[in-house]
């Protein structure tokens, strides 16, 4: 034991003091991370002289924001980074009086109505992901009615869905 005490003495940086993985700290400044979307990107965050942090995005300097706090700082350049790099994250989108949310996860536009108990499809753009909805929400009505399966939408707005998706 007296031994390691006299190795940790010589070599400082074998000491338990130092951490293995700084960016874990909160107080370094260059932190990697991963979006939801797989995209791998890496924040820098630094005290400026009134006491507040600026942060920024290394791979794209443009999105600079400041706060109170390191934290706060960085979870704004994060949030403004992935608005940025996906921009059909969660929109909603209105088809044929019913809400369908689109989502970007990588490589697909994915699709969600949550009207008709949030049934999804998915498609390489998002203009096919929502044709592919269409197709989708006349076959789930007309499977339902042949079924006798009780749809969560009144009989008049399931006929104007059916009827302006067909026309």
């Known amino acids: 034991m007296k031994r390691a005490k006299k190795i940790l003495r010589k070599n400082p940086s074998t000491a338990v003091a130092t951490h ?18 797989g995209i791998r990107f890496r924040t820098v965050s630094v005290p400026l002289d009134d006491g507040t942090y600026l942060a920024f995005i290394l791979e794209d300097q ?6 109170r706090t390191r934290r706060a700082a960085e979870n704004a350049v994060k949030s403004a980074y992935s ?3 996906n921009p059909a994250n969660a929109t ?3 088809l044929a009086g019913l809400t369908v949310d689109v ?6 536009y994915v699709t969600y109505v949550p009207e008709l108990n949030n049934i ?6 998002r203009e096919q992901a929502l044709e ?5 929400i006349l076959a789930y009505v007309e499977t339902s009615r042949e079924l006798g ?4 939408l009144s009989k008049a707005k399931i006929n104007t869905l059916v009827s302006n998706l067909k026309g």
Do not use: C, M, N, Q
Not at 20 to 35: A, E, N, Q, T
Not at 103 to 108: G, L
Not at 132 to 136: G, I, S
């Open 103 to 108: 989502e970007w996860e990588k490589p697909y």
């Open 20 to 37: 293995p993985f700084p960016f874990l700290d909160p107080d370094y400044p260059v932190k990697p991370w991963i979006d939801h979307a």
């Open 83 to 85: 608005e940025k790099s």
């Open 62 to 67: 443009s999105i600079r924001r400041t706060a």
């Open 92 to 94: 909603a989108t209105e």
């Open 149 to 152: 399966y009780r749809l969560p």
């Open 120 to 125: 999804s499809t998915y498609g390489k753009t």
């Open 132 to 136: 592919r909805t269409k197709a989708l």
